[in-house]
């Protein structure tokens, strides 16, 4: 059965601060996924990556992935109070026929002034 | 930029009754998929969908649950006879090919049972 696994679970950061969020995963997979979070809302695809070594960024925000390892990460840069929110990692259950996704914990980032 | 759309927003049934949550999937994707979130925790995969059948199933997904596209538009998850438990945020996501280079969440339904 297909684990994943987030840590930390909670994230308070000061503002301007970095931090990296890291997900682990137990079994092969070669496609993870971050998502994005607001309290009450729905999913928001932030990074998906394909292949092993496979590094995406948009604005402070930077995801790696290392199928070797089967971990992914996260890193916020000179975090900001607008990234407040809760981040999930998925991982791709290539076991299945189809595509489904399984989901970690998810990471509550709270960025204080 | 395209969206999936679900209906309703919020639904408060009684335990034992049945429900239905709507979801109109993007209108080129191919591949429908049904998610809860029980209220702080984290997303778990229920059930995919491909050619007018199911494709996987959770252990969620148990006989109370049944899903159905009746339209070539909507994609329903029906609940024959809700419990306590069921309440969760049930999102809908969609993805145009299998494995693809991602899936798009709908806005989710917040089904509460009393």
């Known amino acids: 059965e297909l684990k994943v696994e987030q840590n930390p679970l909670f994230l308070s950061m000061q503002e301007g601060k970095n931090y990296t969020i890291y997900c682990n995963y137990s079994t092969t997979s070669d496609r993870l996924y971050w998502y994005r979070q607001d309290p009450g809302k729905s999913l928001e695809s932030l990074f998906v990556l394909l292949s092993n070594g496979a590094v995406k960024q948009e604005g402070r925000l930077m995801a790696s992935l290392d199928t070797k390892a089967r971990l992914s990460t996260l890193h916020i840069t000179a975090a900001v109070h607008d990234l407040s929110a809760t981040y999930f990692c998925a991982v791709d259950y290539s076991g299945g026929s189809q595509g489904n996704l399984i989901f970690g914990k998810g990471t509550k980032l709270s960025v204080k002034p | 930029e395209p969206e999936v759309t679900q209906t309703p927003s919020h639904q408060v049934t009684q335990m034992g009754q049945e429900v239905i949550l709507r979801c109109v999937p993007i209108s080129n994707h191919l591949y429908f998929y049904w998610y809860r979130q029980i209220l702080g925790q984290k997303v778990e995969f229920l059930v995919s969908?491909?050619?007018?059948?199911?494709?996987?199933k959770s252990e969620i997904f148990d006989d109370q649950f049944s899903v159905e596209r009746p339209d070539g538009s909507n994609f329903t998850l029906k609940i024959r006879s809700t419990k306590l438990e069921d309440s969760a945020m049930y999102f809908c996501?969609?993805?145009?090919?299998?494995?693809?280079?991602?899936?798009?969440f709908g806005s989710g339904t917040r089904l509460t049972v009393v």
């Open positions: 969908f491909y050619n007018n059948e199911i494709s996987e």
């Open positions: 996501a969609s993805t145009f090919r299998e494995k693809s280079y991602g899936y798009t």
